[in-house]
Every structure is written in structure tokens, then in C-alpha cells.
């Protein structure tokens, strides 16, 4: 999908037809705002409305203004979207994207709602107060209009009671999670008269433009991500008081290790606010009579009184943490659950984990946390055997399907595996025996499903991921998976070659990919050496290439230790051939004569963000955290990324206009390492080309995505391009800006020493040295004076001290 089509968001159901050119947002809180800003990131135009202020504040008054003043009339809404665009992390993918965002209130305002082609309510979780809101909404929205209400629990059916017949036909719940932009997860829920259609289209809509997991949900108390997110943090809390574990000890064993956020349990309470779970916990209570575990939603008495001190997390100053000075320097407190007193944190140590560092497969790592012998050990099988009950007994609750329990929680929580798929890495059969002997049975369908000869919940055939039907006994692909293209389902069959770093997969339609998969999938030998095996392979027998893969990023860099090891042993030779084997990778990513395509997701540093210049497009996912931060550690951008900003400047240049603004631009670009917060920052960075590299804003659609536009240049009769001899460079013309900057800056104590001759040497590349007059330069002249300058800063001391503070610390020294 590219940046352009974005703005078209029309989808075509079977009897329907509907484009979203404008939507309205009633509610400015924390989660209107910020629903407001991702629809804006998409290129829709957003009406934000919030309640007109009863009384006039102190600075109002001294301004003289009155309660009909418009600057007060909308000063909830307006301070409401300014904090939201000030938030960390942003809502917006670029902070230009704030005008497509309008502001008014429910009383001047609330006619403009009929222009709008879809309504989104996100006031108070108070049903009387949403009624009064559908009240005036119904008086002023044009028939058809979507009219959807962000609720995390009220019943649909409730709050659809009483109201007109059209407004009912395209009334429903979308439950977005916070923050919107950031995860993944929309639950659909359709109200008792809706139209299918009308559900059809928000799915479609919610994964094609929104860039969501979309999961249809029955109308059930908490819909299906906080029934079942909810019960297992309510569930831990009541083990952890019995087992009498820490809140340091419960954060390191449901974290990244469990393959769950870094924030894990306790530190997520925090940041979500203890309020906030207690409300949902009260609420799950009160309207769940029937369920099995519902005694575990009531809370233990160390959270009650939490919520009665206050002690709600961030929002409060502490919850399960607390963050104090002392002498002078920040420290970390964590909550002591029995004396409910404040204690510096300490080390967690299990042997349980230390043995799961040994394993880099979550679904192997999983067999070894259930099997420790230890505390750990004991606390895994008692969270599991409890979650797999639950999660087995809500269906045909909560959802008809259990792959809606799995995609709700990795889209919703962060979970890199759901329940489901957790009990398959453990076994359904081992688990199950560790359950009966808890006394826990799970529920009459899965004994079923074994006695039928079905030993897991999902399995793949022919590259189609299926799961378990339970109605039918059988397996079934899952619906619109078709879309999404998944390596996992590649790798058994069509892996045409591999080594230790990279493996290259046949994903069909003449089209191969290559995948990382070293540590931080960093760039070394064995990566250069297979993708330039995978363009070798799709030379002779395919018809493209796209470079992608699934880990947590696409890629740190290049490997940094290994450049650090021959610097320090002053191995030049060997290191100026490895310089020279990676620019010649890069320039074969250029000039292959196949189309290459790169896809990177999250983070794309360094050498990674050098590839994928080079490549012939990227296909990026809209969360892309990409740049050439070589600066940081001492270094310029050595595998063709300073020529490539140098070739880029070139074409930016405009016959009689004033060339040093943009020299000075691509240069700090450079040299501040800059880092683009989105896909659409790295457009403005430079890093992406406007108007021919594209935008996928789902990241489960990224390599569908990828192999279509290979597919689409090799079928435009892709040819091999021409190596530039073209390039004009500034030379000494250019140099001295750069030099009287680097003074200036040097003088002001802005930057030291050694940051003026990185930067120098940096200039010097740009500017293709210091010749008397601009003039035009090939490519590998360009390289040439990039690997000398990075050679030679390799030898600095300065750098080399700055490259061994990352590796040991993981942070930048400035000397």
C-alpha cells in the first residue's frame, strides 16, 4: 500500500460501497485524542468534539474572556489534543499531521457531524452519559453514517436500546486498546440489529487502512482481550500472595522471557494505571455469575488497599514502583506485597531462567519454563494450568473460534504467543496430565478433539496456517489469512538455501526472500554472504527478491564487535575487505539485474538502513525507527550510506537555486544520527524516496506487501540500471560550510574534538573531497573516499572508546 493510496480508504463489500474521507471523534480524553491522531496518520480528516467548560478558570478571567468565548467554548478539546500531541511515545507519525485533525465542542459544532462518513464515540464509560451523546449525535448524522462507540465493556445491545432504526443498522462497538497507534488490536462488536456489512467493512478497514488486528467479538462482558488479559493479571496477583513472590521476581518471569513485553506484569499496571484494572476486575464480577473462576476477579487485599491509598502507578507518583532521588540520583523502589513499605529492588536469580537463556526458540523455550524445578518452575505450571482452563471454558463463550482468543491477545497484551498457542509449544497432552493432576480440568472439547486423532491447535499444509474447527472436528484455514504471508509457514518446505545468518525461502510466484536471523539480526559475514547468495539464486532461477523477517526489529546494523575486534588488533587489510565486501553487497542490492525489494519494521539502523537505500524499493512498515546513526559510535556510515546521501543530494539539486541549505541538511541528518520516528519521518529524513517507496500500515501484510511490488517491477520489464557516473558533488565550495560549521560549533562547546573531525571527515565524503569546483563523480569514487575516511577513523582512540562504551553499556560516550 503506498503513502499515495492510503488516502483513498474505500472498500467495496457485497452490496456496499463506502469510502472514509472524514470521521468525527466525540470524546478528546486520552483515547479520543489519540484515535483522532491515528485516523489523521492515515490521511483522513478528523472532527474532535468535547463538552463546553462550565466555568471560566483564573486565567481566563484575567484575560477578560467569557464563557462564550470560542477559546473557551473549546478549551477541553483544544488541551486535550495539545497534550496528546506532546505525548511520549507519539501519536502521530508526523507532527504535520496535526492539521488534518479540527477541534469544536458538542454545542457549536455538533451539526458538522453530518459531513462526516463515520462517528466514533469515546466519552466516559457511563452508559447514561453515552445515551445523551446518541442522543444528540442521532438528531444531526446523515443516514448510513457508521456510528461505533469505543466502550471496553458496556453491553452494545444496551447501549443500541431506544434507538432508531438506521442508527441501529450501522451502530457497533470498536474497541480500540491504548495507545491506538501502538497496538495492534480492534475488537469488532457487532450490536443485535447491525449489518453484516457493516461489520465486513470495519474489518476489512481496520487491517487494510488502520493497520490493525481486527478480531470480531460477541457481545460478552469485557469482549474477548480484557476477559481473558484481566482474569490471568487478577489470577497472578492471587498466586503471587500465596506463592509469595516478589513484584521484581513476577516482572522477570512474565516479561520477554515468556516472550511478553519488557513492562511484564507489574510494571504494566503501572503505566495503564491499578484504576483502571480494578474498575474492569469490579465490573468482570458484577456481570460474569457464571464463570468458573470468577472469585479470582475480586481483589487481594494488598491491591485493595493500593486502590484505596492511591497508589494507582505513574499517574499517582507510585503503584507496584516508585521512583525516588537520592543523593541526587534516581532509584527504583519496588512494593513489599506483605508489608506493603517500599524496598530498593533486587536481583532476580532463578535457575529456571537461566536454563531458558540457553534457548532461542520461544516455542522450545516454553517446554523448559514448565519443566523447572524450582520456584519458577512452580509458578509457570500454576499460571498455565490455570490460563489453559480458562481460556478452553470461554469458548463458545466469548468466540466460536479459538484463533480470535490468540490473535486478541498477541494484538491487544503484546503476547507474542496466545493461550492457545503456548499450550501447543508445551503439548496439549502434557499440559493436559499436569492439569488433572492440579485438579483443573480444561473443558469436554478438547478430550474431544484428541479422541478425533487432532494433537494440537494449529498445524500448517501446503503453506496455509489452520486451526482447530471445534464444530466441525476438523481443521480449517483461517479466514483472510490468505492475505498475510508468514515465513514460519515458508520455511519447512521451500528454504532453497541457508547458513548461519540468513535463509533463503521460496515464497512463490518466482519471488525468493531472504531473512536474518543472527542476534539483533546484525549484519556480518554470514549475512553478506547470504544475500548475496539469495541475488545469485534469484538471477538464475527466480524473478525477484525481497530482503524481510520476522523478528522484534529488522535490524540493529552492522556488527559492531566484530569491526571493534579488527581495529583493536589493527588488522587494516582485513578490515578494509570487509568494508569493500559490504559496499559491494550494497551496490549488488542496486545493480542486481533483478528487482530487489526491502522491507523493514521497527528498528532499521546502520548498515540495515544502508541495504535498504540501495534497494530498488522499500516496501516499509509505518512503524520504521530507521537511520544512519554511525555518528554515535565514532563512525561515518560505511556501506555506501554516506555515498548514497551524497547520489541523493545530487538529484535534489536544482539548476540557478541555492545548493548549501540542502548540503547543510543531508549532512546533520548524518551527523545528529537522526532516527525517524515513523515510516512517513524517514520520507522527510531522506532515508525513504517520496513518490516511490511505499507504506504498509499492517505489519502481519508487510511481505505480502514486499513480494507484490517485486512482482509488479519485474512484470514492468525491469531492467538492470546503469552504474552513476552522474553525481555532482560540491568539493571545496561545499567543504568550506562545512568547516566554519564545525568551528562554530567547536567554539560554542556544542560538540568536541573528535565530533569535529568525524565531521570533517563526514564532509569531506558528501562534498567528494577537495576539489576546486563542484563537479559530476561516479558512484565508486564516492565509496572510495567513504571507506577511507571510516578506515581512518578506526584507528582513532576516541572512537574506539566510544564503540566499546555501546558494546559494555549500551551507551553513547562523548569524548
Keep these: 500500500m503506498s503513502i499515495i493510496k492510503l488516502n483513498l480508504h474505500q472498500i467495496k463489500t457485497k452490496n456496499m460501497k463506502r469510502t472514509i474521507k472524514k470521521v468525527a471523534v466525540i470524546g478528546s480524553g486520552v483515547m479520543g485524542s489519540q484515535i483522532a491522531c491515528h485516523f489523521a496518520n492515515i490521511g483522513v480528516q478528523a472532527l474532535l468534539l468535547d463538552i463546553v467548560p462550565k466555568e471560566l478558570r483564573d486565567d481566563e478571567k484575567k484575560k477578560g474572556l467569557s464563557l462564550q468565548d470560542k477559546a473557551v467554548r473549546n478549551r477541553i478539546v483544544n488541551e486535550a489534543l495539545a497534550h496528546a500531541s506532546k505525548m511520549s511515545p507519539a501519536p502521530l507519525y508526523n507532527k504535520a499531521f496535526l492539521s488534518r485533525i479540527a477541534t469544536g465542542n458538542l454545542e457549536d459544532d455538533i451539526a458538522q ?120 493479571i487478577m489470577a497472578l496477583f492471587h498466586l503471587v500472595e500465596k506463592m ?37 476486575a469490579d465490573g468482570l464480577t458484577a456481570n460474569v455469575p457464571n464463570d468458573e473462576a470468577r472469585a479470582l476477579f475480586t481483589l487481594p487485599k494488598y491491591v485493595a488497599t493500593m486502590g484505596q491509598n492511591k497508589w494507582l502507578g505513574d499517574k499517582t507518583g507510585q503503584g507496584f514502583y516508585k521512583k525516588v532521588k537520592k543523593d541526587g540520583k534516581s532509584e527504583i523502589l519496588a512494593l513489599d506485597l506483605k508489608t506493603l513499605e517500599y524496598q530498593p529492588s533486587q536481583k532476580v536469580k532463578f535457575a529456571t531462567l537461566e536454563a531458558a537463556k540457553m534457548v532461542d526458540s520461544l516455542t522450545e523455550r516454553m517446554k523448559v519454563l514448565v519443566s523447572g524445578k524450582d520456584a519458577a518452575g512452580d509458578f509457570y505450571r500454576a499460571s498455565f494450568i490455570g490460563l489453559f482452563a480458562y481460556v478452553s471454558n470461554r469458548i463458545p463463550e466469548i468466540s466460536d473460534e479459538l484463533y480470535k482468543i490468540d490473535d486478541a491477545m498477541r494484538a491487544g497484551f503484546g503476547w507474542q504467543l496466545g493461550p492457545f498457542e503456548t499450550w501447543d509449544a508445551i503439548g496439549i497432552q502434557p499440559a493436559i496430565e499436569m492439569m488433572e493432576k492440579a485438579g483443573n480440568k480444561p473443558a469436554a472439547w478438547i478430550y474431544d478433539m484428541l479422541k478425533k486423532g487432532c494433537t494440537s491447535f494449529y498445524k500448517v499444509e501446503n503453506g496455509v496456517r489452520k486451526y482447530y474447527d471445534i464444530p466441525s472436528g476438523s481443521y480449517k484455514a483461517i479466514p483472510g489469512a490468505e492475505a498475510f504471508l508468514y515465513l514460519d509457514n515458508f520455511r519447512k518446505n521451500k528454504t532453497v538455501w541457508k547458513n548461519a545468518g540468513v535463509t533463503v525461502t521460496d515464497i512463490g510466484d518466482g519471488i525468493l526472500n531472504a531473512e536474518f536471523h543472527t542476534k539483533m539480526n546484525s549484519i556480518g559475514g554470514e549475512v553478506i554472504e547470504g544475500v548475496n547468495k539469495a541475488i545469485s539464486l534469484a538471477e538464475k532461477d527466480f524473478r525477484g527478491l525481497v530482503v524481510s523477517n520476522e523478528g522484534d526489529n529488522f535490524s540493529a546494523g552492522a556488527n559492531v564487535a566484530l569491526i571493534f575486534t579488527m581495529a583493536i588488533e589493527q588488522d587494516w587489510e582485513e578490515l578494509d575487505m570487509a568494508i569493500r565486501v559490504f559496499q559491494n553487497a550494497n551496490m549488488r542490492v542496486r545493480y542486481s539485474s533483478v528487482p530487489v525489494v526491502v522491507a523493514p519494521h521497527n528498528m532499521a539502523l546502520g548498515g540495515s538502513c544502508e541495504m535498504a537505500m540501495h534497494s530498488d524499493k522499500v516496501q516499509a512498515h509505518a512503524e520504521l525507527y530507521m537511520g544512519l546513526v554511525e555518528f554515535g559510535v565514532g563512525l561515518i556510515p560505511g556501506g555506501g550510506g554516506t555515498k548514497e546521501m551524497a547520489v541523493r543530494l545530487s538529484d535534489s539539486f536544482i539548476e540557478g537555486e541555492v545548493e548549501m541549505p540542502l548540503l547543510r541538511e543531508k549532512f546533520l541528518t548524518i551527523g545528529t544520527a537522526k532516527v525517524s520516528t515513523s515510516a512517513y519521518e524517514a520520507f522527510d529524513l531522506g532515508y525513504l524516496r517520496k513518490g516511490h517507496d511505499e507504506v504498509t500500515m499492517n505489519r502481519s501484510r508487510l511481505l505480502t506487501d514486499a513480494k507484490a511490488s517485486a512482482i509488479r517491477l519485474a512484470e514492468e520489464g525491469y531492467t538492470q540500471p546503469a552504474l552513476r557516473k552522474d553525481i555532482k558533488v560540491l568539493g571545496k565550495q561545499g567543504l568550506g560550510m562545512i568547516y566554519v560549521g564545525a568551528d562554530v560549533m567547536k567554539v560554542g562547546n556544542y560538540i568536541s574534538e573528535h565530533d569535529k573531525k568525524i565531521s570533517l571527515k563526514l564532509g569531506h565524503v558528501l562534498c567528494g573531497g577537495d576539489l576546486s569546483s563542484p563537479t559530476l563523480v561516479s558512484e565508486q569514487y564516492l565509496l572510495d573516499l567513504e571507506r577511507e575516511a571510516f578506515l581512518s577513523l578506526c584507528g582513532e582512540k576516541k572512537t574506539l572508546e566510544r564503540i566499546q562504551s555501546i558494546l559494555t553499556g549500551g551507551k553513547i560516550l562523548r569524548n
Excluded at 129 to 144: A, M, S, T
Excluded at 248 to 262: N, S
Design 113 to 232: 457531524v453530518a459531513t462526516c462518513d463515520w462517528i466514533i464515540e469515546v466519552v466516559s464509560e457511563n452508559p447514561s452519559i453515552k445515551k445523551e451523546v446518541f442522543d444528540q449525535l442521532e438528531k444531526v448524522r446523515k443516514p448510513g453514517t457508521l456510528i461505533t462507540s469505543n466502550t471496553s465493556g458496556i453491553p452494545l445491545h444496551m447501549l443500541a436500546q431506544g434507538r432508531g432504526e438506521d442508527f441501529q443498522k450501522n451502530f457497533c462497538g470498536t474497541h480500540f486498546f491504548n495507545p491506538p497507534r501502538y497496538l495492534r488490536l480492534l475488537e469488532i462488536i457487532p450490536a443485535p440489529q447491525t449489518n453484516p456489512e457493516v461489520i465486513d467493512f470495519l474489518m476489512h478497514y481496520g487491517d487494510l487502512f488502520l493497520g490493525k488486528t481486527t478480531v470480531l467479538c460477541k457481545d460478552t462482558p469485557a469482549f474477548i482481550a480484557n476477559r481473558i488479559g484481566v482474569y490471568g
Design 244 to 280: 509469595g513472590l516478589t513484584v521484581e521476581q513476577v516482572d522477570k518471569l512474565t516479561g520477554p522471557v515468556l516472550g511478553r513485553p519488557k513492562s511484564a506484569t507489574f510494571r504494566t499496571c503501572d503505566v495503564v494505571g491499578l484504576d483502571t484494572l480494578i474498575h474492569v
